[in-house]
């Protein structure tokens, strides 16, 4: 009876517990009456009064364990003492990753002006992403993009992709002409990992392919794009460049999103910024992917999201994009 009163039960575990030890078939209850039978009657007028109000005790401690902390929640607490009225208690939401933000920004951009989000493996092999791009075998610009390769063998070496073109190809060798597709994702270069340079970084490219395609509507949609992402007034310029998949080909420059053009720390006083590289598809990479150069052109671009997500927001160390800091991450807005 001591041990019984002793014990407080005060988690449906303990009343679990309280009941295998004393109310079950094998348990103490049973155990004592089983003993009762074996004594003489004289002892049992006396023994039998108290065996019973010792189980009535234990049995009704068990019900009251079983009110407190019963099977059923609505039963857990008396129903007047939980006020309905009080504010629910909320959880937290994530935020959405800044790359996230602005390549669904990117994206919707270009949906607007008829583009398609086309994807592509991120374990490419060389024809994909060299050759039918117009990287001749053992060309030196192979080496403008520094490759991890997963397996070498003769001519046809798999790698993971170094830029999202090679999307390009795959998209033009699937169909046939018009193209009009945006093409997002992860990219790698074996670079040492700075501020200013990482291992993976993310691209977004853009391919366009139709009769009568000139490098005119490649300005004029590449200076729509900048408009809406970063704002009406904003400048862009172009400077001749060299890609091995495009001719001509140029670097697209922006007026500064800092400074707008007065000259800052981040356009290291010139008032301007590059934020991607683009051009006409060379014919011959028209001609790899089975379409008629003499027929269709096109234009290609390709930037970088993480550039445009640090002059958007400011970053001034890439590392942040994948440390996962709370700090960091907090900072961009919830989307559900
Ligand atoms: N693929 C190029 C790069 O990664 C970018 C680019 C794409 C340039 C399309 C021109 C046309 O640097």
Same mark, same amino acid.
């Given at each position: ?96 990753? /800044?790359?996230?933000?602005? #390549?669904? *920004? ?8 008829? =583009?398609?989000?086309? !994807? @592509? ?62 093409? /997002?994702?992860?990219?790698? #270069?074996? *670079? ?8 993976? =970084?993310?691209?977004? !490219? @853009? ?31 172009f400077r001749p460049s060299y890609f091995?998949?495009t001719e001509p080909s140029a670097e697209m ?21 590059e934020?991607l590289g683009c051009g ?57």
């Open positions: 009876t001591e041990e019984i009163e002793q014990i407080t039960l005060s988690s449906a575990a303990d009343v679990e517990n309280y009941r295998l030890k004393f109310l079950v078939s094998k348990g103490v209850i049973k155990g004592l009456f089983e003993e009762f039978k074996t004594v003489s009657s004289e002892e049992k007028r006396v023994l039998g009064k108290v065996l019973n109000e010792f189980k009535q005790l234990a049995e009704n401690k068990y019900q009251e364990g079983q009110e407190l902390f019963g099977k059923s929640n609505v039963t857990a607490t008396k129903r007047d003492e939980v006020d309905l009225t009080l504010p629910g208690e909320g959880f937290q939401l994530g935020s959405r990753h /800044p790359l996230s933000l602005v #390549r669904k *920004e990117i994206v919707e951009i270009f949906k607007k002006l008829g =583009f398609v989000v086309a !994807e @592509g493996p991120e374990i490419e092999d060389d024809w994909h992403n060299f050759s039918a791009l117009n990287f001749p075998p053992e060309h030196p610009a192979r080496d403008m993009q520094d490759t991890f390769f997963i397996k070498k063998q003769d001519g046809n070496d798999i790698a993971l992709r170094t830029h999202t073109s090679s999307v390009q190809v795959r998209l033009m060798e699937a169909g046939k002409p018009p193209f009009r597709a945006i093409m /997002p994702g992860r990219v790698y #270069r074996n *670079e040492a990992i700075s501020a200013r340079a990482h291992c993976f =970084f993310h691209q977004v !490219e @853009g391919l366009y392919v139709d009769e009568n395609v000139s490098f005119a509507d490649l300005k004029q949609t590449l200076f729509h794009f900048v408009q809406e992402l970063y704002g009406e007034g904003t400048k862009v310029r091995p998949f420059d922006i007026s500064c999103t800092i400074c707008k053009g007065q000259g800052c720390q981040l356009c290291k006083g010139s008032g301007w910024v934020i006409m598809v060379d014919p011959n990479v028209l001609e790899n992917c089975g379409i008629d150069s003499k027929k269709y052109s096109g234009f290609a671009f390709g930037m970088g999201i993480e550039r445009i997500t640090n002059l958007k927001y400011e970053i001034k160390d890439l590392r942040l994009f994948s440390e996962n800091d709370v700090r960091f991450l907090s900072q961009f807005e919830t989307e559900i």
